[in-house]
Each structure stands twice: as C-alpha cells, then as structure tokens.
C-alpha cells in the first residue's frame, strides 16, 4: 500500500521538536532514532507526514534471535527510506476456514522472519514538522494471532478521524509458531509469548520514540480489533498489572478475541510442540530448540501452515499462553483480582461475532455437541449445560454461532469491562449484517482499496460514520469519548458500562436512517457469561 502520493519539491529546512531533530532534505523529513536515520514522506493534500517500515527490533532469524524475547535493532549507517511497506510475517490458515477476508491483500508484500517494523502517521506541516505532542493510538492488527500486517491498514486514516488531534502507529509482531510456540523446552531455551514480547518491545519503542513524530509518550491509547484487541487485553493484564513504565493509559477493544489460552505446558501446547519438532524433522534431536533454530525457515513455514490448517473449524493452534511471567494466570483470573494497567477502557463488540468462525456448510452439531468439539476439556454437565443456556435462542447454526461468538469474543469483553469499573464505556455495532470484522471499513476507510475482500457494502452516512469512527479517537484524546473531536457528532450521552450495563448502539433503521442511542446490556446474555465466566478454569481463559 502507497500511502502518500504526488509529493512536491520542498526546501531544506530544519526544525526541533524537544530534544528531537527533525531534518528535511528536498521533500521529505528525516528523524534520527539514534540507532538508525529514517526518512518519510508527507502528502501533500493533507499535510499528515508517514514513515513505513521503521525497524523496532533486531531481526529474529538467526540464532538466540529465533524463537527468543526481542533484542534492540542494531545501528545502521546513512538515511534508511521509510516509503514502502516492510515484508509481513509469516502467516498461516486459521483451521479449515477459507473466509477468512484479511488473508488475500491487494497489497503484495513478501513474508519474512525478519519482520519487526511499525509505521508512523502524524498530522505536520508543509515541510513534515510536527504539529506538536499530541496522544497517540498504536494499533495492533488482528488476524487470530496467525495472519496480518502492518500494510493492511493506513494510519492517515486514525488521524483524519481525529480532526488531525493524534499521532497514529501500527505495529507488526511475530505470529504462529514464529511467535506462539510453548511448551516446557521454550520455556526453558526460549522465550514464550514472543509475538506478545514483540509488542511490548514496539510499546517501549514507543514510549522512547515517539515524541520525535510529535506524539506524546504520556497519552498513548493501544488499539486492537480480533486478535489485536484479543493482544490489548494481554497487556493490560501483563507483568501482574504492573507494566513499568506505564506504556499506555487507554485501551480499545474492537471485537475482544479470546481463545484458549493454556498453560505453557499444558497437554495441549506439548502437542503442538511435538507436532512442531516432528513436521521440521528434529524429532531426533539431543536439543529440539537448537534443531528448530537451524532448521530451515520454508520448513518451520510448512509446519506453521499445516498445524494450524489442521485445527478445528474456526480455531487456532498456536495462540497466547499463561507463561507464568509475561502472563502471570489466566487472563479472567488477573481481570477478577483487578490486576491491571490502564486507566479507561473503551469496547465494541459487532452484534453476530461468531458466524464466519462456524462451519455453516456442513450438518451443524447441537450446541452440546459443539462446545465438546471447541473445548476438550469440558466433560458432559458442561456440555449439557451449555445446550441447556442456548436452547431458546433459535436453529442449532444460530446456536452454535452463539455459543462461539459469546464464549469467545462477547463475554470476554464484559469481563474485562468489569475490571474497569467506572472507566470503561461499552458499544456495540449492529448494522445488517453486524458480523466479525465487518466494522473495519468504518475507522479504515481506505481497507476498501488495500483490501478489497473487505470492500463490502456499508452504511455510507456520513453522520453515522463520523459518529462510530470517531468514538475511538475522541476516547484516545481525552480517554471519554463524550469529549467529541467534533462537536456537531450525533452521539448521545455516553456513560460508562457500569451505570446501568448501559452500552452505545450504532445501528441503522430499516430507512438507512442512524440508529445511535443507550441501550441496556441484555441480562440473559450477563447471565450466559456468568456460566462461561465460571468454567473459565476448562475453556482455558
């Protein structure tokens, strides 16, 4: 993807922002990082400055580097170009679902290991001098922890949305087995949770950083839809809810996925491993790690593919971990004993989140049936019970949508709204057909181009659309999204969750008319959650 285009000659000029210099050579600003001299460009009509592909971390591909924590880049001589978008991470298919519309870009970037980069947008001057320290979003891409890229998504976009109030990044980190693979020997020669280290490692960048770009490090907000939103949950319950320093002070969850997440040496995560040492032939090894560094990355690729295309419908195989460290406990454990970081929280659920995760082509399994398929260790009165919560809530398809979409990203969400009690707000999206992934287009608007699976018809008002989008920029400016970037948005009141499970809907009536007001949080649905809350000990979350 080419975000800036037709850019004019300018002169040399210079200009410093605090502590940071920013020089212009001909037309474009280069910033000094210290480790490494990164020139961007600036587009012209808009005046928002970008630089694409800035190296956060040492390339993971060698050695110790492969499958460990993130090291520091290493300095580079002369000005790097920051003008193209940078190789993506290796990806893999999420069990046998084909749907899956991010897997096939426009946008062609090779994948690589060496894949550690994000990418700036900042609202600046003619010449690309900062406007000055604004907050800042980083946005980290969704994708089931095992597709996605940095490339899909244009951070013009966030700070257009923000009446140019921000500073906009999006981060790349290592997925699949590149950066999900546990068990007892990672633990012991490895680093669990890698592709998660890799965002903290890009949070610290940005903490260090981002004044530079003009973004200021004390009000930056983490963003995420699916997986991404599924990776700011993980920081906020990171290091015990004691990240220091504070990284960030707002978190946004769009579409909060969470899968199972096992003990690293759970049965489950072994046999992974296992299946992992064996498809890269290091069966055989006195020292499996060490085979898996010096085995050739098409091979690890190969394996990445084939374990996760393997798993059931709709899942992942190589996910998040409780590593004992990074990720003290079960994610909903840490959320109860309110060990967090952050100080508001902003959610959106979409109304039919687990309908692309279900096989809807073949004889759909009662809900019984199904929730013995999606958690294995549930025995019979968990299964039983299961079909006993979702046995009014119309055909078995509709009920095991149901049962996926709420265990896996609804549920979660008011769990962790709960642990922001009095600071966090609550939406949801339900414009026909209110499925996973179908808001994306609303806050990027430009995916349509980038991704043109993604370029479905939507709710092309300009009201409701200023008025979703820009929910999540007003939140990161002023952490209430009642502080509007523009006044004349049509979003009412909006109180936080915990007054009354009020919620925002964002909605359209059947005369294409805005449907945005407070609706109350349904309470068979709260209840559904206080079951799948209780056997979080079996689910794995």
Same mark, same amino acid.
């Given at each position: 993807?080419?975000?800036l ?17 920013v ?8 910033i000094?990082?210290?480790?490494a001299r990164?020139?961007g460009? $600036?587009?012209?009509?808009t005046?928002?400055?970008? #630089?694409?592909?800035?190296?956060? *971390? %040492?390339?993971?591909?060698a !050695?110790q /580097? ?14 790097q ?13 999420m ?7 991010l897997?096939?870009?426009a ?14 947008s900042y ?15 980083v ?5 089931e922890?095992?597709?996605g890229?940095?490339?899909?998504f244009?951070?013009s976009?966030?700070?257009n949305?923000?009446?140019k109030?921000?500073?906009? $990044?999006?981060?790349q980190?290592?997925?699949?087995? #590149?950066?999900?693979?546990a068990? *007892? %020997?990672?633990k012991?020669? !490895?680093? /669990?949770?890698a592709?998660?280290r890799?965002?903290?490692f ?10 530079k ?7 930056v907000t983490?963003?995420?839809e699916?997986?991404?939103a599924?990776?700011v949950?993980?920081?906020?319950v ?33 046999l992974?491993?296992s ?9 055989g ?15 690890l690729e ?8 393997? *798993? ?16 003290a406990?079960?994610?909903t ?8 970081n952050?100080?508001a929280?902003?959610?959106v ?12 082509t ?5 809900a ?11 025995g019979p009165?968990q299964a039983?019970?299961?079909g006993?919560?979702y ?15 709420e ?8 769990f962790l ?8 707000f609550?939406?949801?999206?339900a414009?026909p057909?209110?499925?996973h ?22 709710f092309?008002n300009?009201?409701?659309?200023n ?9 990161a ?20 969750w ?5 919620e ?12 945005v007001?407070?609706?109350?949080t349904?309470?068979a ?10 056997v979080?000990?079996?689910t794995g979350?």
């Amino acid at each position: 993807m080419l975000l800036l285009r037709n850019l004019l000659p300018r002169t040399v000029v210079y200009a410093l922002l605090g502590a940071a210099r920013v020089v212009h050579a001909g037309s474009t600003p280069i910033i000094d990082l210290s480790y490494a001299r990164y020139q961007g460009e $600036v587009d012209a009509a808009t005046n928002i400055t970008t #630089f694409l592909g800035i190296r956060y *971390a %040492a390339a993971p591909t060698a !050695g110790q /580097l492969r499958f460990g924590a993130p090291q520091p880049p290493q300095n580079v001589p002369g000005v790097q170009q920051a003008t193209a978008q940078p190789d993506q991470c290796f990806q893999a298919p999420m069990g046998t679902n084909s749907t899956n519309p991010l897997e096939n870009r426009a946008v062609v970037v090779d994948s690589s290991e060496d894949c550690l980069f994000l990418s700036v947008s900042y609202p600046s001057d003619p010449a690309g001098v900062p406007a000055g320290l604004l907050p800042t979003i980083v946005y980290i891409h969704g994708g089931e922890y095992i597709i996605g890229a940095s490339s899909q998504f244009r951070g013009s976009d966030i700070v257009n949305e923000s009446n140019k109030g921000v500073v906009a $990044v999006i981060i790349q980190y290592r997925l699949g087995l #590149f950066g999900f693979l546990a068990g *007892a %020997a990672m633990k012991k020669k !490895g680093a /669990l949770n890698a592709g998660l280290r890799d965002q903290e490692f890009a949070l610290r960048w940005v903490n260090q950083h981002i004044s530079k770009f003009g973004g200021d490090p004390s009000k930056v907000t983490i963003w995420g839809e699916s997986a991404g939103a599924g990776s700011v949950l993980q920081h906020v319950v990171a290091n015990g809810g004691r990240t220091t320093p504070q990284l960030f002070r707002g978190a946004i969850t769009s579409s909060l996925f969470v899968p199972s997440q096992y003990n690293y040496d759970d049965r489950i995560p072994e046999l992974v491993y296992s299946e992992v040492v064996a498809q890269s032939n290091c069966t055989g090894a006195a020292d499996s790690i060490a085979c898996l560094r010096a085995a050739d990355v098409d091979a690890l690729e190969n394996a990445n593919v084939n374990i996760n295309g393997d *798993a059931f419908f709709g899942t992942v195989a190589l996910v998040p971990v409780v590593d004992g460290q990074f990720i003290a406990q079960r994610p909903t454990l840490s959320l109860a004993q309110g060990k967090i970081n952050g100080k508001a929280l902003l959610s959106v659920t979409n109304a039919f989140e687990g309908t692309i995760f279900v096989n809807s082509t073949e004889a759909t399994a009662n809900a019984t049936r199904y929730a013995l398929d999606l958690y294995p260790k549930f025995g019979p009165a968990q299964a039983d019970r299961v079909g006993a919560l979702y046995a009014g809530l119309g055909t078995q398809l509709f009920q095991t949508n149901a049962v996926y979409g709420e265990s896996v990203l609804i549920c979660p969400t008011y769990f962790l709204l709960r642990a922001f009690s009095g600071r966090g707000f609550k939406g949801e999206f339900a414009v026909p057909a209110g499925l996973h992934g179908r808001d994306l287009p609303y806050y990027f608007p430009s995916i349509g181009i980038d991704v043109p699976e993604l370029d479905f018809p939507i709710f092309n008002n300009t009201d409701f659309v200023n008025a979703f989008a820009q929910s999540f920029t007003s939140f990161a400016i002023s952490l209430d999204p009642n502080i509007k970037v523009d006044p004349t948005n049509i979003t009412p009141k909006w109180r936080t969750w915990s007054v009354g499970n009020t919620e925002m809907l964002f909605n359209k009536t059947d005369a294409d008319v805005p449907d945005v007001r407070p609706i109350q949080t349904d309470d068979a649905l709260l209840q559904r959650c206080e079951f799948w809350n209780s056997v979080g000990g079996l689910t794995g979350q």
